[in-house]
């Protein structure tokens, strides 16, 4: 079984190797240094115009919608088969199959391997699921077929991380404010990284830095593009990042004078494409292209995750 999704190199036109950006967009400003792309979009505040339709929600096996307490991208990874993990609670893993209901719990309340204490995120290292437990100081790993295998402490280069995303041929770790992405030579990424927690797919990364609209695009250890908005009024402050397997990209910020966050979403070529109002972002991109993205029940108890077919 094999979790990791890759981005297509088609999709993705910031990868290096892949075609040349064509002009494209003339409100998107594009200049390169050192190999790096600086993509500046000028557009001023639009809704996004993606047309999208709600096709199902995360369901209990009797189709009854799943209720979650809280949900965010680094609690949810999906696999190549189009299933989906979410971390529950403090306890559990629920598995949802391509239909879309749970068909398996992973996980218990305690000490013992395949078991947590703090569950703080939910990832990859090759084909085994693993989850960043504080309460542990520790990866509870569960292997191809999903059976516990035993924890692994986060000693030596790992000490102290409060935050983890294997790759192939590396590691990024976030401890102590400071982003690196190799844990063998210690090398910084962004060393005041934030405040903001990082969002990882397959070998990228993407990290808002702490202050101003300024977010950074990773391979690997490698720096590939810096994006920024100037439509020549204050955006307001950067609350978070996701960064999905078709090579999106999606800044959640909270406007200035304004508590109610919104969502900002750019293109694979690093143009702004507008914005979501209501500040939710994606948590997982299914194979079938299924976008997952959370919203309050409809009755107001709790959140559910939506199933959205998108036309771009």
């Given amino acids: 079984?094999?979790?990791?999704?890759?981005?297509?190199?088609?999709?993705?036109?910031?990868?290096?190797?892949?075609?040349?950006?064509?002009?494209?967009?003339?409100?998107?400003?594009?200049?390169?240094?050192?190999?790096?792309?600086?993509?500046?979009?000028?557009?001023?505040?639009?809704?996004?115009?993606?047309?999208?339709?709600?096709?199902?929600?995360?369901?209990?096996?009797?189709?009854?919608?799943?209720?979650?307490?809280?949900?965010?991208?680094?609690?949810?990874?999906?696999?190549?088969?189009?299933?989906?993990?979410?971390?529950?609670?403090?306890?559990?893993?629920?598995?949802?199959?391509?239909?879309?209901?749970?068909?398996?719990?992973?996980?218990?309340?305690?000490?013992?391997?395949?078991?947590?204490?703090?569950?703080?995120?939910?990832?990859t290292q090759g084909d085994s699921l693993v989850v960043l437990d504080a309460g542990k100081g520790a990866l509870v790993r569960f292997g191809p077929s999903l059976d516990p295998l035993p924890d692994r402490p986060l000693a030596g280069a790992l000490l102290g991380a409060t935050w983890l995303r294997f790759r192939v041929g590396g590691v990024w770790r976030w401890a102590e404010g400071v982003l690196v992405g190799d844990t063998i030579s210690g090398?910084?990424?962004?060393?005041?990284?934030?405040?903001?927690?990082?969002?990882?797919?397959?070998?990228?990364?993407l990290v808002a830095e702490a202050t101003g609209y300024v977010v950074r695009l990773f391979e690997g250890p490698r720096l590939l593009a810096v994006l920024r908005r100037d439509p020549g009024t204050p955006l307001g402050r950067l609350d978070a990042v996701a960064l999905q397997s078709d090579a999106h990209m999606y800044v959640r910020r909270v406007p200035e004078g304004d508590t109610a966050a919104v969502v900002d979403v750019f293109g694979t070529d690093g143009a702004y494409r507008g914005t979501w109002a209501d500040g939710a972002l994606p948590v997982a991109l299914l194979p079938n292209g299924e976008l997952l993205r959370p919203r309050p029940a409809d009755d107001g108890v709790g959140v559910v995750i939506a199933r959205l077919r998108v036309g771009r």
Avoid: K, N
């Fill in 187 to 205: 090398a910084t990424l962004v060393p005041d990284a934030a405040t903001l927690r990082p969002h990882a797919v397959g070998p990228r990364l």
């Fill in 1 to 123: 079984m094999r979790f990791l999704l890759w981005l297509p190199c088609a999709a993705a036109l910031l990868t290096a190797g892949c075609r040349a950006t064509p002009p494209g967009d003339p409100d998107l400003t594009r200049v390169d240094s050192a190999g790096v792309r600086l993509l500046t979009s000028r557009h001023a505040e639009r809704s996004l115009a993606w047309r999208v339709e709600e096709i199902g929600l995360l369901s209990a096996a009797d189709g009854t919608p799943w209720r979650f307490d809280r949900v965010a991208p680094d609690l949810v990874q999906a696999d190549r088969a189009g299933r989906t993990y979410v971390l529950v609670g403090d306890s559990v893993i629920v598995r949802f199959g391509r239909d879309g209901r749970s068909d398996r719990v992973l996980g218990a309340r305690g000490p013992g391997a395949g078991a947590f204490l703090r569950p703080a995120s939910i990832g």
